[in-house]
């Protein structure tokens, strides 16, 4: 799920303020698994992995995989260990 919006909290006669917004970014090669919540304004880096049902609240850096609620470092990703796609024949 990507959002691009949200609310700021209002007065108690209506909790749901003022509509805000800002753009998720997603870098080329990132892997979002299923069930995934990006909020507004996070970017993701290229060949970036993000767990399953992990909510991104902050930036998270390329070739490093991230996971949980809210989604945090795992580990960083070797980039050379892994034979581009193409090799795979994708």
Do not use: F, K, Q
């Not at 609620?69 to 034979?83: F, K, W």
Request: charged residues 10%.
């Amino acid at each position: 799920m990507i959002l691009t919006g949200s609310h700021n909290i209002g007065g108690p006669s209506r909790r749901a303020g003022t509509l805000t917004g800002a753009p998720v970014t997603i870098g080329d090669g990132a892997w979002i698994g299923a069930r995934a919540v990006l909020l507004p304004g996070v970017s993701v880096g290229a060949g970036a992995i993000i767990a399953a049902g992990a909510v991104v609240t902050s930036a998270c850096e390329p070739n490093s995989l991230y996971a949980g609620i809210p989604a945090r470092l795992v580990r960083r990703l070797d980039i050379a260990s892994h034979p581009p796609a193409t090799a795979l024949g994708w």
